[in-house]
């Protein structure tokens, strides 16, 4: 072989190599990232000490993880098993990307789930029960034999895995004792709303794909009627914890009724909510900070 055509070679590697990555970056859908790192803000914010306990080597672990692996894991699962599914789902076009049938990319969301175990050693028995919890629903919620996604309420309820983060980056200082009720209670139901609106825009995608959700179940009017149900309800159950916070989830039942009565696209507002929730969440990590420093 000419060093000319090892050259050849070597670019070509070089390249499938960058696209790989650049796949699995986009499969791990970087516009959520904060879905399951931002609740983990939340959860140190509010069970810290104080503020150096912030800065601790296992705060920034967590974070890290559900940043960016614990995504690549969830959402690759998600995307194996509806390969078929997703042939006829727009969204796969420019938003996001279609499975890969490809070992190195089957490898690499194996391995981001893997690397969560590494915590076990560090956690409390209790945040170990939630790790437990959050692989037990992101594996639920798209393979067999559950296959939650596949089951009206179900794979709303089942979506509540998204503020598991928080409660785990809560648990993680021993001293903070239990997650109270009415906040796991009211920020499951939030995650419920979000998910439910987020499964709007797959409605014909998924009735041409034999999938049936709640979305699917009740049609897009109702969907987002039960969205401002449940968005509502999280706010009621957050308002003995929090009545200010309790009023800023208020919002969210307003916005899924005005996407209702309007001419609002969901497909397009669907794509805005990521602004809102690092938004909403930036303002409770801050009121939370700004507690925590004057301890």
């Known amino acids: 072989m000419s060093l000319d055509n090892e050259a050849g070679d070597g670019i070509t590697a070089r390249e499938n190599a960058r696209n790989r990555l650049v796949y699995l970056f986009r499969l791990s859908r970087p516009r959520f990232w904060f879905y399951l790192a931002g609740p983990v803000l939340v959860g140190l914010v509010y069970a810290a000490p104080s503020p150096n306990a912030l800065v601790s080597p296992l705060s920034f672990a967590l974070f890290l993880y559900f940043l960016v692996p614990a995504n690549l894991f969830l959402y690759g699962v998600n995307d194996y098993f509806d390969a078929d599914i997703d042939e006829e789902?727009?969204?796969?076009?420019?938003?996001?990307?279609?499975?890969?049938?490809?070992?190195v990319v089957a490898a690499a969301v194996v391995v981001s789930g893997a690397l969560?175990?590494?915590?076990?050693?560090?956690?409390s028995f209790a945040a170990i029960v939630w790790l437990g919890v959050f692989y037990a629903l992101a594996v639920g919620?798209?393979?067999?034999?559950?296959?939650?996604?596949?089951?009206?309420?179900?794979?709303?309820?089942?979506n509540g895995l998204y503020i598991v983060p928080g409660v785990i980056a809560y648990l993680s200082f021993g001293s903070a004792g239990t997650v109270p009720a009415f906040t796991a209670a009211g920020a499951w139901l939030w995650a419920m709303g979000m998910h439910t609106f987020?499964?709007?825009?797959?409605?014909?995608?998924?009735?041409?794909?034999?999938?049936?959700?709640?979305?699917?179940?009740?049609?897009?009017?109702?969907?987002?009627?039960?969205?401002?149900?449940?968005?509502?309800?999280?706010?009621?159950?957050?308002?003995?914890?929090?009545?200010?916070?309790?009023?800023?989830?208020?919002?969210?039942?307003?916005?899924?009724?005005?996407?209702?009565?309007?001419?609002?696209?969901?497909?397009?507002?669907?794509?805005?909510?990521?602004?809102?929730?690092?938004?909403?969440?930036?303002?409770?990590?801050?009121?939370?900070?700004?507690?925590?420093?004057?301890?």
């Open 141 to 158: 919620y798209s393979a067999p034999p559950t296959r939650f996604k596949k089951v009206p309420f179900a794979d709303s309820i089942s």
């Open 198 to 295: 987020s499964a709007i825009p797959d409605i014909e995608p998924d009735r041409e794909g034999g999938v049936e959700t709640t979305a699917t179940f009740l049609g897009e009017r109702a969907t987002l009627g039960y969205c401002a149900v449940v968005w509502t309800a999280s706010a009621v159950v957050f308002a003995p914890v929090s009545l200010p916070f309790a009023a800023l989830l208020l919002v969210y039942p307003a916005l899924a009724l005005g996407v209702a009565y309007t001419d609002t696209d969901v497909s397009r507002a669907y794509w805005y909510f990521p602004l809102l929730n690092t938004g909403v969440g930036g303002i409770v990590t801050f009121v939370g900070l700004w507690r925590l420093v004057q301890l």
């Open 89 to 103: 789902n727009p969204k796969k076009e420019d938003k996001e990307v279609r499975y890969t049938a490809d070992r």
């Open 116 to 123: 969560g175990f590494v915590f076990v050693t560090f956690l």
